[in-house]
């Protein structure tokens, strides 16, 4: 477990750093000084970030134009009825300009009843619950139901534990803005880095699998939880920093390699909410 644990620091120190950022969809809210700002653009980069990398990042700078480079204070004032919406013909792959109106009319309605995405997320967790989970189902749910005309295929964008999504983009985005260091924000103190949940897709997936710290074979919520329990017998305060390594490895087309017989005990998993 010892020699694991060193393996995947190495691994981990490798991509975890500033140049991490150029090419990561979190190079968007780090453009960002503002907490406000951070946290809305922030979602929305979580949100699309799928698809080729170098078209998503030219699609969020295109969006980033359109608000004017002041998301906090386009998405309060936004209208959808007046004239010239600057919303109007964006899009990314299968998230239509419908979509992009109605999340942010979801979000700014989140600011009217809360005043941040923050204020909603620390309403729905304590420091006593083990993860993220019910905060995560709290913003998916709260954002589908605000605007009436929210497109059903929205649940996509917005997944939630409940339904058994591994949630892996807004697990992301929670942890751009808890974890601290060269590349996360860290702007959300109300929640501790051991109550993240590792982002799971089928790259980290993959090399999770490989190396033995994952048994389930469906990229779920269940198997989440699964990967964040064995990742915590690692390191038990900040466990989702292994994402470096696995989603790192993963897009540099790598692969991690561990010997069967050394591979990481059988982890309790966390308890699924």
Not at 186 to 214: E, N, T, Y
Request: charged share 25%; hydrophobic share 40%; net charge neutral.
């Amino acid at each position: 477990m010892t020699t694991l644990k060193s393996y995947l620091d190495a691994i981990t120190s490798k991509y975890e750093r500033v140049s991490f950022i150029d090419g990561d969809p979190v190079s968007i809210p780090r453009a960002f000084d503002s907490a406000q700002d951070q946290e809305i653009i922030g979602l929305f980069a979580a949100v699309l970030a799928w698809g080729r990398r170098d078209v998503m990042l030219s699609k969020l700078g295109d969006l980033c134009e359109r608000m004017g480079f002041r998301p906090y204070e386009f998405v309060s004032g936004y209208s959808p009825d007046r004239a010239g919406d600057p919303l109007s013909g964006f899009g990314h792959r299968t998230f239509l300009p419908a979509d992009a109106v109605s999340l942010v009319r979801g979000i700014q309605s989140i600011l009217d009843e809360y005043g941040s995405i923050a204020a909603l997320c620390e309403s729905h967790i304590t420091q006593n619950d083990q993860h993220i989970g019910p905060a995560i189902e709290a913003l998916s749910s709260t954002l589908l139901r605000s605007p009436e005309e929210m497109p059903v295929r929205m649940r996509k964008h917005l997944p939630r534990p409940s339904a058994g999504s591994a949630c892996k983009r807004l697990c992301m985005f929670f942890r751009w803005m808890v974890r601290g260091g060269p590349v996360d924000l860290g702007i959300w103190k109300f929640i501790k880095p051991d109550q993240l949940i590792v982002p799971l897709d089928v790259h980290s997936g993959r090399q999770a699998r490989a190396i033995g710290i994952l048994k389930r074979k469906s990229n779920d919520w269940r198997a989440a939880l699964e990967l964040t329990a064995a990742c915590r017998l690692l390191d038990p305060h900040d466990p989702v920093r292994y994402d470096f390594a696995l989603f790192g490895t993963g897009i540099a087309g790598e692969t991690l390699s561990w010997p069967a017989n050394q591979s990481l005990p059988r982890s309790s998993p966390c308890t699924c909410s």
